[in-house]
């Protein structure tokens, strides 16, 4: 088994919220700087940075996934992570006609910036992005399956956009199999209240909006070998919990 260092949450300059130094170039520079093997750049509701991201990421010998942190229609935030740019294309595009065409005030909530390789600004998404989408929590298994992605309920244990706040318990028919807590010391804690979760696989990520924040190499995934299919077959192993 592989041990590879991770974090599968960060926001670019493209989330609205995301500093405006988050460029595809700044987020891959820093995280070879903090020996990350893995990581990935989950923006609200769009992937649309992320093949500049993969193709540096390439290049400086990291694994990023294609990824989004979607916000559903109950407002639950949650990552989803693909192992191939195409099928995260493909739910971007399905995301963006379930998101509200409200258009993005810059001022009030930040620029939403497409880079290329250079950090040139190529593109603005027009509409603001951390809106809720039309997209029920209850249908990501289904709809995960059609794109070949994975899904992960973000920040499990928050007080806002998280499925324990936001839907106040887990369904005993939930179909997710890895699940992030921004808090990892607090999983005994929430297994008690939520059994549900000691089947789960349990990640922490930085969910950073600026680049000092980007996790240092303190976090592991144990994967069969050093390639995306593999990373994401390692988050959704099933927990032995006889
Ligand atoms: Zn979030
Ligand atoms: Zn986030």
């Given at each position: 088994?592989?041990?590879?260092?991770y974090?599968?949450?960060?926001h670019?300059?493209?989330?609205?919220c995301?500093?405006?130094d988050?460029?595809?170039?700044?987020?891959?520079?820093?995280?070879?700087?903090?020996?990350?093997?893995?990581?990935?750049?989950?923006?609200?509701?769009?992937?649309?940075?992320?093949?500049?991201?993969?193709k540096?990421?390439?290049?400086?010998?990291?694994?990023?996934?294609p990824g989004?942190?979607?916000?559903?229609?109950?407002?639950?935030h949650?990552?989803c992570?693909?192992?191939e740019?195409?099928?995260a294309?493909?739910?971007?595009?399905?995301?963006?006609?379930?998101?509200?065409k409200i258009?993005?005030?810059?001022?009030?909530?930040g620029?939403q910036?497409i880079?290329?390789?250079?950090?040139h600004?190529i593109?603005?998404?027009?509409?603001?992005?951390?809106?809720?989408?039309?997209?029920?929590?209850d249908?990501?298994?289904?709809?995960?399956?059609e794109?070949?992605?994975?899904?992960?309920p973000?920040?499990?244990?928050?007080?806002s956009?998280?499925?324990l706040s936001?839907?106040?318990f887990i369904?005993?028919?939930?179909?997710?199999?890895?699940?992030?807590?921004?808090?990892?010391?607090?999983?005994?804690?929430?297994?008690?209240?939520?059994?549900?979760l000691?089947?789960?696989?349990?990640?922490t990520?930085s969910?950073?909006?600026?680049?000092g924040?980007?996790?240092?190499?303190i976090?592991?995934?144990?994967?069969?070998?050093?390639?995306?299919e593999?990373?994401?077959?390692?988050?959704?192993?099933?927990?032995?919990?006889?």
């Amino acid at each position: 088994m592989l041990k590879l260092s991770y974090d599968l949450h960060i926001h670019s300059c493209l989330s609205p919220c995301g500093d405006e130094d988050m460029t595809p170039a700044n987020i891959v520079g820093m995280s070879s700087l903090k020996n990350l093997d893995v990581i990935a750049v989950t923006d609200h509701n769009s992937c649309k940075n992320c093949a500049v991201v993969l193709k540096l990421a390439e290049q400086a010998g990291i694994i990023a996934l294609p990824g989004m942190e979607l916000c559903t229609m109950e407002e639950v935030h949650v990552l989803c992570l693909f192992a191939e740019l195409e099928d995260a294309m493909r739910f971007d595009a399905f995301v963006s006609e379930q998101l509200m065409k409200i258009p993005n005030n810059e001022k009030a909530f930040g620029k939403q910036e497409i880079c290329d390789e250079e950090d040139h600004i190529i593109g603005t998404e027009p509409y603001l992005l951390i809106n809720a989408t039309n997209i029920s929590f209850d249908n990501l298994g289904k709809l995960m399956k059609e794109f070949k992605g994975i899904h992960i309920p973000a920040h499990m244990d928050k007080n806002s956009n998280s499925v324990l706040s936001n839907l106040g318990f887990i369904s005993p028919d939930a179909d997710f199999l890895v699940a992030e807590l921004a808090d990892i010391t607090r999983l005994e804690e929430l297994s008690k209240r939520n059994p549900y979760l000691k089947q789960c696989n349990i990640i922490t990520d930085s969910d950073a909006h600026e680049l000092g924040n980007i996790n240092e190499a303190i976090n592991y995934l144990y994967c069969e070998s050093r390639n995306k299919e593999a990373i994401l077959k390692a988050l959704v192993r099933r927990v032995d919990i006889s």
